[in-house]
């Protein structure tokens, strides 16, 4: 079973005024909004949250649908793009992990990951018991997920009086955020490089391939920041 007080505690801890879990409820307000603009219903919006849950992927699906895509096709676009949360998987799970947790928690938990649940935990782990962590993890991840469903309504509701600027606005709220964390965070070499190579690289391969060029970027940005940091 799930303890209760540690539970509670992860909860609890997506609230202040310096948690990510703002950013990711202004973000979904866009998403709601957007939903409702290219035909969903408040329901399959609901919905659409409930199971992609992840800003980037919800967008993807979201302009899947829009361009008029094959399930298949969407399906395997959002698949793609939520690839970039297994290095956070990765990193995350060896603090989660301990032998006298059952594994459907650690199944089940995995639809939390997203860089705003991340994030919170990434600053919060040590101060829990590590046989409670996947606990509290799975409190921070539930009390995100409400808050994007609940987001996702709200833009749904007051789309009518967002315009295209303010939805591109509160769209980008998030991954400006995760942005100054990652700088705040900036306390080795590796990291450093896989910034500034990141913001550097990213808009270049836009004039050779504006479809890829993040993806491009990234990826050489961040093999470049690693083997340097290895090899130092």
């Not at 479809?211 to 050489?220: M, N």
Request: positive net charge; hydrophobic residues 55%.
């Amino acid at each position: 079973m799930v303890n209760s007080k540690y539970f509670f505690q992860g909860l609890k801890s997506v609230k202040g005024l310096d948690s990510p879990a703002f950013a990711l409820g202004a973000s979904f307000i866009a998403i709601g909004a957007l939903l409702k603009n290219i035909g969903f219903n408040l329901e399959q919006s609901i919905f659409s949250t409930f199971l992609t849950y992840a800003l980037p992927g919800s967008l993807v699906m979201a302009e899947s649908f829009l361009v008029g895509a094959s399930l298949i096709n969407i399906f395997l676009a959002v698949w793609l793009v939520n690839a970039r949360l297994y290095p956070m998987t990765v990193s995350l799970m060896p603090l989660l992990i301990h032998k006298k947790q059952p594994r459907w928690k650690y199944y089940l938990s995995c639809h939390f990951i997203a860089v705003s649940a991340w994030l919170i935990m990434k600053s919060k782990y040590q101060t829990i018991e590590k046989k409670y962590r996947i606990d509290f993890w799975m409190g921070i991840g539930t009390g995100t997920w409400l808050i994007a469903i609940t987001s996702t309504i709200v833009g749904f509701l007051i789309s009518d009086y967002l315009n295209k600027d303010m939805m591109i606005g509160l769209a980008i709220v998030n991954p400006v955020y995760f942005t100054c964390m990652m700088v705040g965070a900036m306390k080795s070499l590796q990291i450093n490089l896989s910034i500034i190579l990141g913001a550097i690289l990213g808009p270049l391969f836009f004039f050779v391939s504006p479809e890829w060029s993040v993806l491009y970027g990234g990826v050489l940005a961040g093999t470049i920041a690693y083997f340097v940091g290895e090899f130092k």
